[in-house]
Protein backbone atom coordinates (compact mmCIF):
# COMPACT_ATOMS: atom_id res chain seq x y z
CA UNK A 1 0.00 0.00 0.00
CA UNK A 2 1.18 3.75 -0.90
CA UNK A 3 1.13 6.18 1.98
CA UNK A 4 0.83 3.90 5.16
CA UNK A 5 -0.30 6.00 7.95
CA UNK A 6 1.37 5.78 11.41
CA UNK A 7 1.72 7.56 14.55
CA UNK A 8 4.97 8.96 16.37
CA UNK A 9 3.76 7.13 19.27
CA UNK A 10 1.73 8.71 22.15
CA UNK A 11 -1.57 8.87 22.80
CA UNK A 12 -4.16 10.59 25.62
CA UNK A 13 -4.77 8.63 28.61
CA UNK A 14 -9.10 8.21 28.78
CA UNK A 15 -10.01 9.92 31.79
CA UNK A 16 -10.59 6.73 33.59
CA UNK A 17 -7.30 5.80 33.46
CA UNK A 18 -5.16 8.98 34.23
CA UNK A 19 -5.57 12.85 34.72
CA UNK A 20 -6.02 14.01 31.14
CA UNK A 21 -4.83 16.92 29.05
CA UNK A 22 -1.40 17.09 31.40
CA UNK A 23 2.30 15.69 30.42
CA UNK A 24 3.00 14.30 33.61
CA UNK A 25 -0.42 12.98 34.43
CA UNK A 26 -1.16 10.88 38.00
CA UNK A 27 -2.75 7.54 37.78
CA UNK A 28 -6.60 7.36 38.81
CA UNK A 29 -5.49 3.43 40.34
CA UNK A 30 -3.19 1.38 41.36
CA UNK A 31 -2.00 -2.11 41.89
CA UNK A 32 -4.21 -4.58 39.49
CA UNK A 33 -7.20 -2.54 38.70
CA UNK A 34 -4.36 -0.22 37.03
CA UNK A 35 -2.98 -2.87 35.31
CA UNK A 36 -5.99 -4.05 33.95
CA UNK A 37 -7.07 -0.18 32.99
CA UNK A 38 -3.69 -0.33 30.86
CA UNK A 39 -4.31 -2.72 29.13
CA UNK A 40 -7.70 -1.71 28.08
CA UNK A 41 -6.80 1.65 27.44
CA UNK A 42 -4.12 0.24 24.93
CA UNK A 43 -7.00 -2.08 23.20
CA UNK A 44 -9.48 1.25 22.79
CA UNK A 45 -6.14 3.01 21.48
CA UNK A 46 -5.36 -0.16 19.11
CA UNK A 47 -9.22 0.02 17.84
CA UNK A 48 -8.98 3.50 17.05
CA UNK A 49 -6.20 3.81 15.08
CA UNK A 50 -7.29 0.47 13.05
CA UNK A 51 -10.83 2.29 12.71
CA UNK A 52 -8.72 5.16 11.53
CA UNK A 53 -7.09 3.50 8.45
CA UNK A 54 -3.82 3.65 10.63
CA UNK A 55 -1.66 0.80 9.19
CA UNK A 56 1.48 0.82 11.93
CA UNK A 57 -0.21 1.04 15.21
CA UNK A 58 1.58 1.73 18.87
CA UNK A 59 -0.51 1.10 22.62
CA UNK A 60 0.00 4.62 22.28
CA UNK A 61 2.36 5.06 25.40
CA UNK A 62 -0.44 3.51 27.91
CA UNK A 63 1.36 1.57 30.05
CA UNK A 64 3.75 4.48 30.61
CA UNK A 65 3.30 8.34 32.15
CA UNK A 66 6.82 9.82 30.25
CA UNK A 67 8.25 8.39 27.67
CA UNK A 68 11.49 8.67 29.11
CA UNK A 69 11.32 7.75 32.79
CA UNK A 70 8.85 4.56 31.61
CA UNK A 71 11.52 2.98 30.44
CA UNK A 72 13.75 4.58 32.96
CA UNK A 73 11.51 3.59 36.31
CA UNK A 74 13.09 0.20 37.15
CA UNK A 75 16.32 0.85 35.62
CA UNK A 76 19.46 0.39 38.23
CA UNK A 77 21.90 2.77 38.31
CA UNK A 78 20.00 5.89 38.78
CA UNK A 79 19.17 7.43 42.12
CA UNK A 80 15.29 8.51 41.78
CA UNK A 81 15.64 9.99 45.34
CA UNK A 82 18.90 12.06 44.45
CA UNK A 83 17.08 15.28 42.50
CA UNK A 84 19.67 17.90 40.57
CA UNK A 85 17.54 21.40 39.17
CA UNK A 86 18.72 20.94 35.74
CA UNK A 87 17.83 23.22 32.40
CA UNK A 88 17.06 20.25 29.60
CA UNK A 89 17.06 20.61 26.04
CA UNK A 90 19.38 23.33 26.06
CA UNK A 91 17.42 25.14 29.02
CA UNK A 92 14.24 25.20 27.13
CA UNK A 93 12.37 23.86 30.75
CA UNK A 94 14.16 23.67 33.93
CA UNK A 95 13.08 20.45 35.97
CA UNK A 96 14.27 18.21 38.76
CA UNK A 97 16.04 15.05 36.87
CA UNK A 98 16.91 11.67 38.78
CA UNK A 99 21.02 11.84 38.95
CA UNK A 100 22.83 8.46 37.51
CA UNK A 101 25.01 7.26 40.24
CA UNK A 102 26.45 4.23 38.31
CA UNK A 103 26.69 2.21 35.05
CA UNK A 104 22.72 1.67 34.27
CA UNK A 105 21.45 -1.94 34.07
CA UNK A 106 18.04 -3.22 33.52
CA UNK A 107 16.10 -5.50 36.46
CA UNK A 108 14.20 -7.00 34.42
CA UNK A 109 12.70 -6.45 30.42
CA UNK A 110 10.47 -3.32 30.58
CA UNK A 111 8.23 -2.94 27.94
CA UNK A 112 8.35 -6.53 26.34
CA UNK A 113 4.66 -7.93 27.79
CA UNK A 114 3.26 -4.76 26.93
CA UNK A 115 4.61 -5.32 23.43
CA UNK A 116 3.51 -9.23 23.58
CA UNK A 117 -0.10 -8.06 24.71
CA UNK A 118 -0.41 -5.61 21.99
CA UNK A 119 0.46 -8.16 19.32
CA UNK A 120 -1.98 -10.64 20.16
CA UNK A 121 -4.31 -8.14 19.52
CA UNK A 122 -3.66 -6.84 16.00
CA UNK A 123 -3.00 -7.74 12.74
CA UNK A 124 -1.88 -4.09 11.87
CA UNK A 125 1.77 -3.50 12.02
CA UNK A 126 2.52 -2.90 15.47
CA UNK A 127 5.56 -0.23 16.25
CA UNK A 128 7.47 0.41 20.01
CA UNK A 129 8.97 3.67 21.15
CA UNK A 130 12.21 3.63 23.11
CA UNK A 131 13.14 7.07 24.44
CA UNK A 132 17.21 7.24 22.19
CA UNK A 133 20.11 7.66 24.30
CA UNK A 134 21.06 11.10 23.94
CA UNK A 135 17.52 12.06 25.05
CA UNK A 136 17.75 9.78 27.92
CA UNK A 137 21.45 11.76 28.77
CA UNK A 138 19.37 15.05 28.50
CA UNK A 139 16.92 14.41 30.82
CA UNK A 140 19.30 12.60 33.69
CA UNK A 141 21.95 14.39 35.91
CA UNK A 142 25.23 12.89 35.53
CA UNK A 143 26.88 11.80 38.91
CA UNK A 144 28.64 8.92 37.86
CA UNK A 145 30.49 9.64 34.03
CA UNK A 146 31.39 12.68 33.29
CA UNK A 147 31.15 12.60 29.78
CA UNK A 148 28.22 12.76 28.11
CA UNK A 149 28.94 10.44 25.54
CA UNK A 150 30.34 7.83 27.39
CA UNK A 151 26.57 7.94 29.28
CA UNK A 152 24.70 7.86 26.25
CA UNK A 153 26.75 4.75 24.83
CA UNK A 154 26.25 2.94 28.39
CA UNK A 155 22.41 3.56 27.94
CA UNK A 156 22.39 2.75 24.26
CA UNK A 157 23.72 -0.92 25.41
CA UNK A 158 20.28 -1.47 27.67
CA UNK A 159 17.87 -0.03 25.11
CA UNK A 160 19.44 -2.47 23.09
CA UNK A 161 19.05 -5.00 25.10
CA UNK A 162 15.17 -4.10 25.39
CA UNK A 163 15.06 -3.27 21.73
CA UNK A 164 16.16 -7.03 21.07
CA UNK A 165 13.33 -8.08 23.20
CA UNK A 166 10.56 -6.34 21.75
CA UNK A 167 11.52 -7.73 18.60
CA UNK A 168 11.65 -11.33 19.73
CA UNK A 169 7.81 -10.38 21.28
CA UNK A 170 6.77 -9.15 17.33
CA UNK A 171 7.52 -6.09 17.48
CA UNK A 172 7.69 -4.83 13.62
CA UNK A 173 9.01 -1.79 14.19
CA UNK A 174 11.31 0.06 17.15
CA UNK A 175 11.44 3.44 17.20
CA UNK A 176 14.19 5.22 19.44
CA UNK A 177 12.34 9.17 20.10
CA UNK A 178 15.28 11.57 19.86
CA UNK A 179 13.61 15.07 20.52
CA UNK A 180 17.53 16.18 21.80
CA UNK A 181 18.71 15.63 18.12
CA UNK A 182 17.52 18.57 16.76
CA UNK A 183 18.88 20.85 19.85
CA UNK A 184 22.66 19.65 20.08
CA UNK A 185 23.25 19.59 16.87
CA UNK A 186 26.82 18.93 16.95
CA UNK A 187 26.85 15.94 19.41
CA UNK A 188 24.41 14.34 17.36
CA UNK A 189 27.61 14.00 14.85
CA UNK A 190 30.30 13.55 17.12
CA UNK A 191 28.35 10.77 19.00
CA UNK A 192 24.33 10.67 18.67
CA UNK A 193 24.50 8.99 15.88
CA UNK A 194 26.92 6.37 17.17
CA UNK A 195 24.91 5.59 20.56
CA UNK A 196 21.51 5.07 18.32
CA UNK A 197 23.15 2.99 15.72
CA UNK A 198 24.27 0.86 19.03
CA UNK A 199 21.01 1.28 20.93
CA UNK A 200 20.23 -0.23 17.52
CA UNK A 201 22.51 -3.07 16.97
CA UNK A 202 21.53 -6.49 15.46
CA UNK A 203 17.88 -5.70 14.79
CA UNK A 204 16.27 -7.54 11.84
CA UNK A 205 12.95 -5.24 12.51
CA UNK A 206 12.32 -1.83 10.82
CA UNK A 207 13.91 0.76 13.23
CA UNK A 208 13.25 4.47 13.33
CA UNK A 209 14.44 7.62 14.95
CA UNK A 210 11.91 10.59 15.85
CA UNK A 211 13.03 13.79 15.60
CA UNK A 212 10.74 16.58 16.41
CA UNK A 213 9.60 20.17 17.98
CA UNK A 214 8.28 18.59 21.16
CA UNK A 215 4.39 18.81 22.04
CA UNK A 216 2.41 21.93 22.27
CA UNK A 217 3.35 23.17 25.58
CA UNK A 218 4.00 26.55 26.12
CA UNK A 219 7.56 25.74 26.81
CA UNK A 220 8.19 24.64 23.47
CA UNK A 221 6.03 27.10 21.17
CA UNK A 222 8.16 29.99 23.33
CA UNK A 223 11.05 28.11 22.12
CA UNK A 224 10.06 27.79 18.79
CA UNK A 225 9.83 32.15 18.22
CA UNK A 226 13.17 31.88 18.78
CA UNK A 227 13.94 29.66 16.11
CA UNK A 228 13.64 32.50 13.05
CA UNK A 229 11.48 32.03 9.76
CA UNK A 230 13.29 28.80 8.57
CA UNK A 231 13.29 26.07 10.68
CA UNK A 232 16.91 24.23 9.41
CA UNK A 233 17.84 22.11 12.50
CA UNK A 234 17.50 19.16 10.48
CA UNK A 235 19.77 20.57 8.28
CA UNK A 236 22.79 19.67 10.48
CA UNK A 237 22.06 16.52 11.08
CA UNK A 238 20.18 14.38 8.33
CA UNK A 239 23.43 13.65 5.88
CA UNK A 240 24.69 11.50 9.08
CA UNK A 241 21.42 10.17 9.67
CA UNK A 242 20.97 9.35 6.28
CA UNK A 243 24.45 7.66 6.15
CA UNK A 244 23.40 5.41 9.37
CA UNK A 245 21.96 1.82 9.77
CA UNK A 246 18.51 3.23 11.08
CA UNK A 247 15.79 2.40 8.63
CA UNK A 248 13.40 5.27 9.00
CA UNK A 249 13.32 9.13 10.11
CA UNK A 250 9.77 10.64 11.71
CA UNK A 251 9.88 14.74 11.03
CA UNK A 252 7.36 16.98 11.89
CA UNK A 253 6.09 18.76 8.62
CA UNK A 254 2.53 20.05 9.58
CA UNK A 255 1.92 23.97 10.23
CA UNK A 256 5.92 24.30 11.23
CA UNK A 257 9.07 26.26 9.64
CA UNK A 258 10.65 23.19 8.66
CA UNK A 259 11.29 23.25 4.71
CA UNK A 260 9.94 20.22 3.88
CA UNK A 261 12.43 20.05 0.63
CA UNK A 262 15.01 19.26 3.79
CA UNK A 263 13.94 15.62 3.49
CA UNK A 264 15.98 15.53 -0.05
CA UNK A 265 18.65 15.07 2.22
CA UNK A 266 17.40 11.60 3.35
CA UNK A 267 17.46 10.08 0.22
CA UNK A 268 18.09 6.32 1.38
CA UNK A 269 15.41 6.33 4.64
CA UNK A 270 11.96 5.34 4.81
CA UNK A 271 10.50 9.01 5.80
CA UNK A 272 7.18 9.43 8.24
CA UNK A 273 5.70 12.80 7.27
CA UNK A 274 4.35 14.78 9.93
CA UNK A 275 0.94 15.60 8.53
CA UNK A 276 -0.72 15.74 11.63
CA UNK A 277 -0.11 19.02 14.08
CA UNK A 278 0.07 18.29 17.89
CA UNK A 279 0.10 21.59 18.74
CA UNK A 280 -3.15 22.79 17.97
CA UNK A 281 -6.79 21.28 19.13
CA UNK A 282 -7.85 21.87 15.48
CA UNK A 283 -8.44 18.61 13.67
CA UNK A 284 -7.16 18.88 10.56
CA UNK A 285 -9.20 18.13 7.21
CA UNK A 286 -8.46 15.30 5.23
CA UNK A 287 -7.33 17.57 2.03
CA UNK A 288 -4.45 18.92 4.38
CA UNK A 289 -2.81 15.99 5.42
CA UNK A 290 -3.33 15.29 1.37
CA UNK A 291 -1.66 18.55 0.60
CA UNK A 292 1.14 18.14 3.31
CA UNK A 293 1.70 14.09 1.84
CA UNK A 294 1.48 16.03 -1.91
CA UNK A 295 4.30 18.31 -0.92
CA UNK A 296 6.49 15.50 0.14
CA UNK A 297 6.15 13.99 -2.93
CA UNK A 298 7.52 17.12 -4.51
CA UNK A 299 11.00 15.79 -2.64
CA UNK A 300 10.78 11.70 -2.60
CA UNK A 301 9.26 8.84 -3.68
CA UNK A 302 6.39 7.95 -3.23
CA UNK A 303 7.06 4.50 -1.96
CA UNK A 304 9.13 6.49 0.65
CA UNK A 305 6.43 8.06 2.49
CA UNK A 306 4.74 6.97 5.40
CA UNK A 307 2.02 10.16 6.48
CA UNK A 308 2.51 10.42 10.36
CA UNK A 309 1.60 12.86 12.88
CA UNK A 310 4.77 15.50 14.18
CA UNK A 311 4.75 14.05 17.26
CA UNK A 312 3.21 12.26 20.15
CA UNK A 313 -0.92 13.58 21.08
CA UNK A 314 -0.48 12.37 24.62
CA UNK A 315 -1.07 15.73 26.04
CA UNK A 316 -4.53 16.25 23.41
CA UNK A 317 -8.24 15.81 24.83
CA UNK A 318 -9.23 12.25 23.68
CA UNK A 319 -11.99 13.26 21.22
CA UNK A 320 -9.28 15.46 19.09
CA UNK A 321 -6.66 12.72 19.18
CA UNK A 322 -9.44 10.88 17.57
CA UNK A 323 -10.59 13.29 15.02
CA UNK A 324 -6.47 13.67 14.31
CA UNK A 325 -6.49 9.93 13.14
CA UNK A 326 -9.07 10.05 11.31
CA UNK A 327 -8.24 12.71 9.81
CA UNK A 328 -4.82 10.94 9.15
CA UNK A 329 -6.22 7.94 7.67
CA UNK A 330 -8.90 9.78 5.47
CA UNK A 331 -6.29 12.28 4.42
CA UNK A 332 -3.68 9.17 3.30
CA UNK A 333 -6.46 7.58 1.36
CA UNK A 334 -7.45 10.79 -0.19
CA UNK A 335 -3.48 11.33 -1.44
CA UNK A 336 -3.62 7.19 -2.73
CA UNK A 337 -6.55 7.90 -5.03
CA UNK A 338 -5.02 10.78 -6.11
CA UNK A 339 -2.23 9.59 -7.63
ZN1 LIG B 1 8.10 14.27 19.32
New binding site residues.
Partial sequence: MLFPPTI??SLPKPGWLAETEKLWPKWRLEGDALAEAKRDAALLWIKEQEDAGIETVTDGEQFRIHFVHGFLETVEGIDWNLKTKMGIRNNRYVVDVPTVTGKPRRSRPVHCDEAAFCRSHTGKGLKFTLPGPMTICDTLADGHFGRRADMAMAFAEILNEEALELEAAGVDVVQF?E?AFNVFMDDVNEWGIAALERAARGLKCRTAV??????GIEANIRWKETLGGEWRQYEQIFPAINASAIDEVSL?CANSRVPVSLIRLLPDKGLLIGAIDVASNEVETAGQVAATIAEARRHADAERIQPCT???MAPLPRAVAVGKLRALGAGAELARRSL
Fill in positions: AGDPHICYGYENCG
